[in-house]
């Protein structure tokens, strides 16, 4: 029996946007809330545990729609959750995702003073996140929910974000999206990796060891078991900037392919540069049961395949030698796209706000998040390329510089102008199922 089957999660308390991944095609939106009055904020979340489906679910109590629901630390409080409880929690979640700014990078015109109202300010308490196949779905839910928080004049909905995502599961920059996920062990989810050994489910569920043997739980216990920690990042992307930028320095067309590749370390296909080096192969990247089965230490541990700062490598370097253990920081990753696309050919910025809503999942916002943030995409010290930062998603200040390794003589290129513009967050904790009826219980 593999270990895997001794691990007992108990998947109808956990929430479905933890574990599983999202349908394609899909529609979602980001919905933030105040709350003013607590009762009706306890209200909020009795009406939320009715509908928020479980990792147990197959069909959500909303049909082909399921919604998740978080709350920050300002959203804990406001509920009147005790401060002895608060005070339990991950210090960087009591901090809040614009405290902890400098850290991740966001400095600048990333900076929280840039960022889209109301995000990263006391206002916003919980976030609602509803998933359906498409648009039309997606608005017929929250028109069925709208009356649901406008009869509770104490709680208003201060911002809203649409997304989706495309049948060619492509992000703004044009590259294959949401190929990479862990196996947690439990979960009955196989990971997209069958080389991965599946990851102990601590590592992203709270009460449960982790990879460490430890086990975080916020207290009481009833709260902080089956929920998790969740970062929400809004990120504009220059897509206009980062095509100029590959014309600007490729011979051709056929190297301009080739270096969009060795910066993502991916072709746009999302067919890996460690399985096909030379040229894309489409039926690779589109096929989920390959496109993510590899590792890079015995077949590419120069980087000659995989260039040791692309943005793919940097952000999950498997079982690369590097500084550090790549386990410890392994997260689940959601990303989904908003705005209008920007035509294909188009070299000009045509104004329009478009990006990615990004989503965090561990248990970990310390060890996890913030450290493949500020130690792997900001800087290239853990692979011994010095101050050089994630080409794609790294905080640029012009300077450092994009190498890729290649025989006789190495490429380098200009420093990567920031192609990504933080528009703002927040952390959150996503309680379980149960600890979502135990905040709607809480009394004075």
């Not at 593999?2 to 308390?13: A, G, I, M, Q």
């Not at 990792?55 to 920050?72: C, I, K, N, R, Y």
């Not at 590959?246 to 190297?255: K, S, V």
């Not at 067919?271 to 080096?277: G, K, Q, R, T, V």
Request: proline fraction near 8%.
């Amino acid at each position: 029996m593999s270990e895997d089957n001794h691990v007992k999660l108990e998947l109808d308390d956990i929430q479905r946007g933890v574990l599983s991944p999202r349908p394609t095609p899909y529609a979602a939106t980001y919905i933030l809330f105040r709350i003013d009055d607590r009762h009706h904020g306890r209200e909020l979340m009795r009406r939320a545990a009715a509908v928020v489906t479980s990792a147990a679910d197959t069909v959500s109590p909303l049909g082909e729609t399921w919604v998740s629901v978080a709350l920050t630390h300002h959203g804990l409080k406001a509920l009147g959750v005790p401060r002895e409880s608060l005070d339990t929690f991950a210090w960087e979640f009591r901090q809040g995702m614009a405290a902890r700014a400098t850290v991740l990078g966001d400095v600048g015109e990333s900076g929280p003073e840039n960022w889209e109202s109301p995000l990263g300010t006391p206002d916003v308490h919980v976030v609602l996140v509803a998933v359906a196949p498409d648009s039309a779905q997606l608005e017929a839910a929250v028109d069925r929910a709208r009356p649901a928080y406008h009869a509770l004049p104490g709680v208003t909905a201060i911002w809203r974000q649409n997304c989706h995502a495309l049948p060619t599961e492509t992000e703004p920059f044009g590259y294959r999206d949401g190929i990479s996920h862990p196996a947690v062990e439990g979960s009955g989810i196989p990971g997209s990796n069958r080389l991965e050994v599946p990851l102990k489910a601590g590592e992203f569920v709270l009460g449960y060891p982790d990879e460490l043997g430890g086990i975080q739980t916020p207290r009481p216990e009833v709260l902080g078991r089956n929920g998790t920690y969740v970062a929400f990042r809004k990120l504009h992307q220059r897509v206009a900037l980062f095509r100029r930028y590959l014309r600007d320095n490729a011979t051709g067309p056929e190297d301009e392919d080739l270096l969009s590749a060795k910066i993502m370390g991916r072709w746009r296909s999302g067919a890996p540069l460690a399985l096909c080096p030379l040229h894309d192969d489409p039926d690779l990247g589109a096929d989920p049961a390959r496109n993510n089965t590899f590792l890079y230490e015995q077949d590419d541990p120069a980087g000659f395949a995989t260039p040791g700062g692309s943005h793919v490598r940097r952000c999950n370097p498997r079982d690369a030698a590097v500084a550090g253990v790549a386990r410890l920081h392994r997260m689940i990753r959601r990303g989904t796209a908003y705005g209008p696309l920007l035509p294909e050919g188009v070299l000009e910025d045509d104004g329009a706000d478009r990006g990615l809503m990004f989503a965090f999942v561990g248990a970990h916002l310390g060890r996890q998040f913030e450290f493949v943030q500020s130690e792997w995409v900001n800087n290239g010290v853990f692979f011994g390329a010095g101050e050089a930062r994630d080409p794609v998603a790294g905080s640029a200040d012009g300077s450092g510089d994009f190498t890729i390794p290649r025989r006789p003589v190495r490429r380098r290129l200009p420093a990567p102008p920031r192609f990504v513009v933080t528009r703002g967050g927040e952390y959150c904790f996503m309680p379980g199922l149960t600890a979502l009826r135990r905040l709607g219980d809480l009394t004075d």
